[in-house]
């Protein structure tokens, strides 16, 4: 098993686009017209990130075997149309317990280098 608890990726940059937002918003039935909705943090915290993670084959994901069990964002403020944020990502925590692996995952999110948004997300992966 990889113990990669404390491994740091390199920072994305996402600009917030308009069409984008209106997608998505429309995707889960919010309103295209009233700006960014709370959970596109999942596209600017945790999916522009995570596919670090989850490529790095140090990581050892193994995804036949892979739960996403708990996801989490808390918000300084939450982001314009047009305003660019930058995430980064850390594993939190890679312990083994019960044949089970359990990986956090942490990204904060800044903007013009004030905090953002926070996220964390917990995968359980059978041994």
């Known amino acids: 098993m990889s113990t990669a ?3 740091s990726y390199p920072r994305v940059e ?4 308009r069409e984008h937002v209106r997608a998505f918003a429309r995707a889960i039935g919010a309103d295209p017209d009233a700006g960014v909705p709370p959970t596109y943090a999942a596209v600017y915290a945790l999916f522009s990130t995570a596919v670090q ?5 140090e990581a050892a994901i193994d995804f036949t075997h892979l739960l996403h ?17 930058v995430a980064s990502g850390t594993v939190e925590e890679d312990a083994e317990r019960r044949n089970l692996r359990f990986l956090t995952y942490a990204t904060g999110v800044t ?13 359980v992966i059978r041994g």
């Not at 996402?14 to 686009?17: A, K, Y």
């Not at 996801?71 to 660019?84: A, K, L, N, S, Y």
């Not at 903007?111 to 995968?123: D, I, K, P, T, Y």
């Open 5 to 7: 608890a404390g491994k």
């Open 14 to 17: 996402t600009t917030i686009e």
């Open 53 to 57: 993670l989850f490529s790095d084959p």
């Open 69 to 85: 069990s708990e996801q989490e964002f808390t918000w300084t403020r939450h982001p314009e149309v047009g305003e660019t944020v």
């Open 111 to 123: 903007s013009q280098g004030e905090a953002l948004c926070e996220s964390r997300m917990v995968n």
